[in-house]
Structure formats: structure tokens, C-alpha cells
């Protein structure tokens, strides 16, 4: 900002450049010492090209807009990493709240078993399931609890604080523009006004300046005084002119076409977070409905075994079955409030 609001200043200054002053002298003590002394001192200033000004001014006015619309694209895509990193967590603690519950299930069922075994009731060998069943349990929950740990590091090491323990996306207004969208649009205006500057600022510069002329010469009046005016009026020259010209309406191009690629990409990517989040719901009717179905199994299982008409392995089998599916229900309800965040992402809201 520094840079562009002192680009503007110099495009609004009295002169487009600094003055500078030329200073001669000269004798021929060292040659023929006929008593030539002579002595020239000149100030110039540079003037204006005809629409350079006013086209340095777009420039830098335009470079300023394409500033801070890359300022808001930039914090869009800083929101992006935030909300990835703090999915992550989410995803790994509703994993962890599932495997807990499994874990505390088979504990009571290793628990139950040892008691059953150790009264007669039950043969070792169930017994054995049963605690293998808890182990397991337990090294699914210290595996999980290690992710989060991961994801909990991530998350601090991006932000610089804890994450939140809930967190929901809420409806916000449309912007006007997405923000890739405005930074094209500035970015090609940028290049136009650029474009308009190469084709203005075709010369070098003109200068005008005043000199005074002091010399001291055989034949002529001691110390003859002279002061007049210089006018510097350089010409343009395709040579030079034509390559900047070439190269900024290249860069029109570019802008041009980078414009239509942003346009194009985030309608894609709107339509695409929102046919992932039409599916993400889908998705968990589904895995809702097998959880219910797998719950009975495991509630039938249970009281066939206690009733000695199924063996300790089926129910293990089906815990098993119902700990996957409330797994599975637990990350597919976390990917629909991600699918939320995409959607509002692609959209260019920030969360």
C-alpha cells in the first residue's frame, strides 16, 4: 500500500522526475596557454509527456484495486486451510467419542465374561474373546487419540490457538463477487491501464533548462557573459516502442483469459461442493438406517447368547459390525458440516 499510494503521489507531483544540473569548464593551460578559460553552467527539468500523468495515475490507482482484492482472495484462501485443519479435528473426535463407547462396551463384556468363566458358568475360551475383543478396543481408541493429537498440533501450529469445540457454518449474504473473481477483474484492468501507459510514455522525457556561458578567450571581451534557454524534445522510435507495447497487450491477454478460466472454475467448483453435499446427506440416511438394522442384530444376538442358543463370537461379530457402522455414521455426519464449509468456500464466504 506504502508503495502504490507513493506511485500515485509521483503520478500527481509538478515534475515527472528530478532536476539536475550540468556544470563545465575548460582551458588550454596544458596545451598552447593562449588564456582560453571558459566556464558553462546548466539546470534542467524534465517535463510531462502529453497523457502521462493521467496515465500514471491509472496505473497506480488500478495496481491499488488489484491490492486489496488480492488482500480479500488471500484471507479466502487462508479460511480454506483453517477450515480443513479444523475438520480434521472435528473428524477425529467424533471417531474418538464412537471408539470410546466401544471400548467402554466391551470392557462390561470382558468384565461379565471373567465372572461367568470363573463361576463355571462359561468356558475359558469365551472368556479369552471377550478381553481380546476389550484389547482391541483399546488399541483402536490409542491409535484414534493419536490422530487427534495430530490434527490438534496441525490446527494450533496454523492459528496459533486452540480449535473450537463446536463450530457450524452459518448462512451469510452473497458477496457481490467471488473474491478470485474481483482480483481477475482487477488484474485485467490493471494490465489495460498498463497497456495504455506503454502506448502514452513513447519517448524519453523532454527537458528545459537555462545555462550561463562565461569565457575568457584572446580577441574577445574579458569575462563575456551569455545566458540562454535549452529545450530537449526527444522523438519516439518503433524500435523501442514496439516490444513494451507487444509485451503489455500480452499481458491484457493473460488477464483476459485468466479472468474466464477463474469464472469458469468456480462455477464448477460451486456446483461440485453442492452435488458433494447433497450426496453427503444421502449418504447418511443410508448409513442411519444400516445402524438402526445393526443395532437389532446386536440386541438379538445379545439375548440369544445369554440365553445359550449363540455363541459368544457371533455377538462379537456383531458389535463389531454395529462399531464400523457407528463409525462410519459418526464421520459421514461431520462430512456434512464440512460439505457446508466447501460450499461456502467455493462460494467466497469466509467462515
Do not use: C
Amino acid at each position: 500500500r506504502a508503495e502504490i499510494g507513493a506511485k500515485a503521489n509521483a503520478a500527481e507531483a509538478l515534475l515527472p522526475g528530478g532536476p539536475w544540473a550540468t556544470v563545465l569548464y575548460r582551458d588550454d593551460e596544458l596545451t598552447n596557454d593562449r588564456g582560453l578559460r571558459e566556464f558553462r553552467a546548466e539546470f534542467d527539468v524534465p517535463v510531462w509527456l502529453r497523457g502521462e500523468r493521467g496515465a500514471a495515475l491509472a496505473s497506480a490507482l488500478t495496481e491499488g484495486e488489484r491490492l486489496e482484492a488480492e488482500i480479500t482472495y488471500r484471507r479466502l484462501q487462508v479460511a480454506k486451510r483453517v477450515r480443513d485443519s479444523y475438520w480434521a479435528v472435528e473428524d477425529a473426535r467424533a471417531r474418538i467419542a464412537v471408539a470410546e463407547r466401544r471400548r467402554a462396551s466391551a470392557s462390561r463384556l470382558a468384565q461379565s465374561q471373567k465372572g461367568q468363566t470363573a463361576a463355571g458358568q462359561t468356558e475359558l475360551i469365551e472368556s479369552k474373546l471377550a478381553t481380546a475383543e476389550a484389547r482391541d478396543a483399546d488399541a483402536e481408541l490409542a491409535g484414534l487419540r493419536a490422530e487427534l493429537e495430530e490434527a490438534l498440533i496441525a490446527f494450533r501450529v496454523l492459528t496459533g490457538v486452540e480449535p473450537p469445540r463446536k463450530f457450524r457454518e452459518l448462512e451469510a449474504a452473497m458477496p457481490p463477487l467471488h473474491p478470485r473473481i474481483d482480483l481477475r477483474r482487477r488484474a485485467t484492468e490493471k494490465a489495460a491501464a498498463d497497456e495504455a501507459l506503454a502506448w502514452t510514455v513513447d519517448r524519453e522525457r523532454p527537458s528545459v533548462g537555462v545555462f550561463s556561458w562565461n569565457v575568457d578567450a584572446p580577441g574577445l571581451e574579458p569575462n563575456a557573459n551569455t545566458i540562454g534557454v535549452r529545450a530537449r524534445i526527444p522523438f519516439a522510435y518503433d524500435g523501442v516502442n514496439q516490444p513494451k507495447r507487444a509485451a503489455a497487450a500480452a499481458e491484457v491477454v493473460a488477464a483476459e483469459e485468466e479472468l474466464a478460466l477463474a469464472e469458469r472454475e468456480i462455477a464448477g467448483e460451486t456446483a461440485q461442493t453442492r452435488a458433494r453435499l447433497e450426496g453427503a446427506r444421502r449418504r447418511l440416511a443410508a448409513l442411519e438406517a444400516r445402524r438402526a438394522d445393526l443395532a437389532s442384530v446386536v440386541d438379538l444376538t445379545q439375548a440369544a447368547q445369554e440365553a445359550g442358543q449363540a455363541p459368544l463370537n457371533d455377538l462379537i461379530r456383531a458389535r463389531l459390525q454395529l462399531y464400523e457402522a457407528d463409525l462410519a455414521h459418526a464421520t459421514a455426519r461431520v462430512a456434512i458440516e464440512r460439505a457446508r464449509s466447501d460450499v461456502n468456500q467455493a462460494l467466497g464466504l469466509e467462515p
